[in-house]
């Protein structure tokens, strides 16, 4: 890139207008994290009811850089209103959720910033009969790789916040903070999976963060993907000090942008309820299978948060932002090749979807082996009674007339349990595994979106 005064700004400048060409002010789906869904929005309408305005929605963002900082009023004070003075934390915030433009080169540049803000997602769960109805997506380039259904809707107020912007060959990340009472709950890690969407979208390949040096977050970006940016690093990706937002006690830290996922759209259903979701098909979460297709090994099991394993263990919505894999097991496919849950199937408490071979033959020798175990106890206790049953079988002693019903009755009682006790057990009859996308309460198939 040329080097020429004026020339590396227009060139930057012109990098910028990428991210200009996605919508703002709508909400796109994560494909896999059904609890929450991401915007970007712009500030820059003016540099003072901008900041304002940020500062009223994402606040945690600024206190999270702010708090402890000597702000701009202070040090003014401090110093003197007309003394020479470096930017303030608080400055540098606001002009960049503000996107301000620097005039000449010798001044850090705003401009290009939008503000990514993550919101948890709001669902009816009860909806209207036939009222449910897919969404067509604000951008193709963005989002599920299917229309959101139901509709996408915001519930409370931001998660999560991160101000990108694009440059040549890269999306630069100087500032993301998770609100503090939501923190350690997965909601940093979907603002990087949104991020890195972006970035697909706009085509650049490496991502460029601006970290603080404490230990703990430099832990977290790493396991993250993130690693250390040195100048070797720097120089490869032609990059120069006052191109990036770069503060003092940070440290810049790069990752490459991954390849998009793949998806299986799952497609769950009861009653009137209806909602789209998404099962890897490759990464972390997947059970592998050929592309497009799942697998047919097993049941779906396991929801997040959950302590049973089971629908009934899962935890209330929008705790969490959680992932989606599935076996594809006990699964059809309907029209529009997507999984379906298992509500076209027939059944009457639960649906009633039978195991494959292996299965059934390993529950059946587990049925075979508490068989054998009982068996073995029976026997045990009839050749070594128990004291109790001992004693219980000696003659009563002696006792007064007006006594005797009394004894006798509580004798007779006492033999019944402990005959009830020593008869063979009976086996119950087993029930089939259900489909836990299937539900009888509308309720959980809300709940249902927490599987993991």
């Known amino acids: 890139m040329s080097t020429a005064k004026g020339d590396r700004l227009q060139h930057l400048h012109k990098s910028r207008q990428l991210l200009y060409q996605l919508p703002c002010e709508k909400l796109f789906e994560l494909p896999g994290r059904p609890n929450v869904l991401y915007t970007i929005k712009s500030y820059a309408y003016d540099p003072v009811k901008g900041a304002a305005d940020a500062r009223q929605e994402v606040g945690f963002l600024f206190k999270a850089f702010e708090t402890g900082q000597i702000g701009p009023r202070r040090l003014a004070r401090m ?62 380039r963005l989002g599920a790789p299917l229309d959101p259904w139901p509709g996408l809707q915001a519930k409370g107020r931001p998660l999560s916040a991160a101000t990108i912007r694009s440059g040549p060959g890269y999306l630069e990340v100087p500032f993301v903070a998770t609100h503090e009472n939501k923190r350690g709950r997965g909601f940093g890690r979907c603002v990087v999976e949104a991020i890195e969407d972006v970035a697909r979208a706009v085509g650049v390949p490496q991502l460029l963060l601006c970290s603080t040096v404490e230990e703990h977050v430099q832990s977290t970006w790493k396991h993250l993907g993130f690693v250390e940016t040195t100048d070797a690093d720097l120089d490869r990706l032609d990059v120069q000090d006052p191109d990036l937002i770069h503060m003092q006690n940070t440290l810049q830290m790069h990752k490459a942008v991954p390849a998009a996922r793949r998806w ?75 999984l379906d849950g298992g509500s076209s199937y027939p059944h009457k408490v639960g649906p009633g979807r039978k195991l494959g071979g292996e299965q059934q033959q390993q529950q059946h020798q587990q049925q075979q082996h508490q068989q054998q175990q009982q068996q073995q106890q ?73 599987v993991g």
Do not use: C
Request: no cysteine; proline share 10%.
């Open 378 to 450: 029976q026997q045990q206790q009839q050749q070594h009674p128990p004291a109790v049953y001992q004693q219980q079988q000696r003659p009563p002693p002696q006792q007064h007339p007006h006594q005797q019903p009394q004894q006798q009755q509580q004798h007779q009682q006492q033999q019944s349990v402990q005959q009830h006790m020593m008869r063979p057990l009976q086996q119950q009859p087993s029930e089939a595994l259900s489909d836990v996308l299937v539900f009888v309460k509308p309720g959980m198939a809300v709940e249902a979106m927490e």
């Open 79 to 140: 110093i003197g209103e007309n003394t020479p003075r470096n930017a303030t934390i608080h400055e540098y915030l606001d002009w960049t959720v503000t996107a301000l433009e620097a005039k000449d080169e010798t001044e850090y540049d705003f401009s290009g910033f939008r503000l990514l803000l993550l919101y948890p997602r709001e669902r009816n769960m009860w909806p209207a009969p036939n009222g449910s109805r897919p969404e067509a997506r604000a951008d193709t």
């Open 264 to 338: 299986r759209a799952v497609k769950i259903k009861h009653e009137a309820f209806v909602a789209r979701t998404y099962a890897p098909l490759d990464g972390p979460g997947a059970r592998g299978g050929p592309p497009g297709r799942a697998q047919a090994s097993g049941p779906l099991l396991g929801m997040t948060n959950s302590n049973h394993g089971g629908a009934n263990g899962a935890a209330s919505s929008y705790q969490t932002a959680s992932s989606l894999g599935v076996s594809g097991g006990g699964f059809g496919a309907d029209a529009d090749g997507e």
